[in-house]
């Protein structure tokens, strides 16, 4: 599980700072990336901003519960898996857990145990939708899973950056990925220079289908799937 939740976005929220603070120093040993919140609103705005894989999140929190959150959240978002904690069984809530399709209703205290229960149940319903698998054209995917881009059946050698830079446009497809966090992931110590992120691109579009790869002027690239390619040709 450990290996597959490095594929993933979590957000964690809690109100009470020390619960948080564990929680979010485990799971940021075996996901790709933990976000946390103090409360419902602020999740929401997290959410909206890195549209997480998976939200774990407490019932029992000021300026807007767990279950409100999920409420708002659900109602625009169908695939982040959200797992609720709270320490009171409630069958209200219960009901309102199944209503909103959330993954696990966890009793406080959540050990590591009941954590990746949940997870692994989040992980099997994500894979369910094939998560993996991004078209980037009719006949060439990419794996976010294995990082490896296949077309008519062959895979496509990538270089290290390439892998990186290809998984990191395939993870936040749904918005453009700034500059700035290129640079974080591919070049976080010695800087990323113009040259080098073009010179990146020039050669990983030479492996992938045409027009997969966005460059949005002043901003960063974005990853255009097949499925959002061809009905923006069709409008």
């Known amino acids: ?38 409360d419902g609103k602020e999740a929401i705005a997290i959410w909206k901003e890195h549209k997480p894989d998976i939200i774990i999140t407490d019932i029992s929190m000021p300026h807007l519960n767990g279950i409100d959150m999920a409420r708002y959240i659900r109602a625009e978002d169908t695939s982040v898996q959200i797992i609720i904690a709270t320490a009171h ?78 998984d990191l446009l395939a993870h936040y497809h749904t918005r453009v990925v700034r500059y700035e966090e290129i640079e974080n992931s591919i070049w976080p110590y010695e800087g990323m220079s113009q040259d080098a992120i073009r010179s990146l691109v020039r050669g990983l579009r030479k492996k992938v289908p045409e027009g997969c790869i966005e460059n949005i002027s002043g901003i960063g690239y974005r990853m255009i799937i097949f499925t959002d390619f061809t009905s923006q040709s069709q409008s």
């Open 89 to 166: 069984t409630d069958t209200d809530y219960l009901m309102e857990a199944v209503e909103l399709q959330l993954v696990k209703y966890l009793v406080k205290p959540i050990t590591k145990e009941k954590l990746q229960a949940a997870l692994e149940q989040s992980i099997k319903l994500i894979e369910d939708k094939s998560k993996f698998s991004i078209a980037l054209s009719e006949d060439c995917h990419y794996n976010a899973y294995t990082q490896i881009v296949t077309c008519k059946d062959n895979d496509i050698k990538l270089t290290k950056n390439e892998r990186l830079f290809l």
């Open 1 to 38: 599980m450990k290996e597959v939740l490095k594929n993933f976005t979590i957000l964690y929220v809690e109100d009470e700072e020390d619960v948080r603070r564990n929680a979010v120093e485990y799971l940021r040993r075996i996901a790709k990336e933990v976000l946390e919140a103090k």
